[in-house]
């Protein structure tokens, strides 16, 4: 059962925002959600972090288990319906969300089960952003104010550039880091081989994919390889670590935090 908005807004308060930190990050990247935090609030926005929120179901959806996502769409629903804008550090998981949910809603219709969820589904779809979507198109801002003084490189992502159309959003918000110098990735548009289950079931390819990938970013000569997906990171990651490779790997919202005294340290 999907239950009605709760009021999240206390009184005089100003929009509000849930962030959706994904499972993966919370699992394996905490750092990439303590920033979205740091610089939400750096730029004035009130979040709030719904204990209830698990993950968004999009292994579940992708491996075929359509009917075996829709608890897990009902409890999203549920822990962020209440909020003005829902804010994620992941194109893919805001992807499924944007992309798939109306799609399952409408299936679980047409089946006899909808108890709601259909017209739940249609006011929380509009609401959710990748944060670079949020940055740029609702609080309409391109410099954070970040300082990261070295040199990087920018991997976008498949659901970023092809599901959600993040076009130019990641690269101008890093363009306007102090300090930063942004080099071009050979081959940017191609896909790095994750894909999530993808890398699972066709593991031969998606090491292949992998590796080309890898060896374009050690190409470019930067330090730090940035993606707005830390699933592409890992994958990435994981590729030039076994070859010795010393490129670092960073989520856009830890660039995007880092003020002067912290882009010093790193």
């Known amino acids: 059962m999907v ?7 206390g ?13 993966l990050n919370d699992v394996l990247y905490p750092g990439t959600g ?5 610089l939400l609030e750096r730029l004035g926005v009130r979040v709030d972090f719904p204990m209830a929120q698990s993950c968004c179901g999009q292994p579940f959806f992708n491996t075929g288990y359509r009917r075996r996502t829709e608890p897990l769409v009902r409890r ?4 962020f319906r209440g909020y003005d804008h829902i804010v994620t550090p992941s194109a893919s998981c805001a992807a499924m969300v944007r992309e798939q949910y109306p799609r399952i809603a409408a299936r679980a219709a047409a089946e006899g089960r909808d108890d709601g969820l259909a017209e739940a589904v249609a006011e929380v779809v509009p609401r959710t952003y990748e944060l670079s979507e949020f940055l740029v198109d609702v609080l309409g801002v391109t ?13 976008p992502s498949c659901h970023g550039l092809r599901a959600l159309g993040l076009g130019e959003r990641p690269r101008m918000l890093l363009e306007h880091v102090k300090g930063l ?7 940017a548009e191609e896909c790095c081989g994750f894909g ?19 060896r374009a970013v050690v190409a470019t000569g930067a330090r730090t390889l940035c993606a707005a997906d830390n699933s592409c990171l890992m994958h990435i990651g994981g590729v030039l670590t076994r070859r010795g490779a010393t490129v670092r790997t960073v989520h856009l919202a830890e660039i995007l935090a880092a003020t002067e005294r912290e882009g010093a340290a790193r």
Do not use: Q, W
């Open 196 to 214: 999530g289950t993808f890398a699972v079931k066709n593991a031969a390819v998606s090491t292949a994919m992998g590796a080309d990938k890898a």
């Open 181 to 187: 110098e942004l080099r071009e990735l050979a081959g």
């Open 3 to 9: 239950r009605r908005p709760r009021d999240v807004r």
């Open 11 to 23: 009184p005089g308060s100003g929009p509000s925002v849930g962030l959706h930190v994904t499972c």
């Open 143 to 155: 410099d954070v104010g970040a300082y990261y003084p070295h040199t990087v490189t920018y991997h």
């Open 34 to 38: 303590r920033a979205v935090v740091t």
């Open 76 to 79: 999203h629903i549920d822990a």
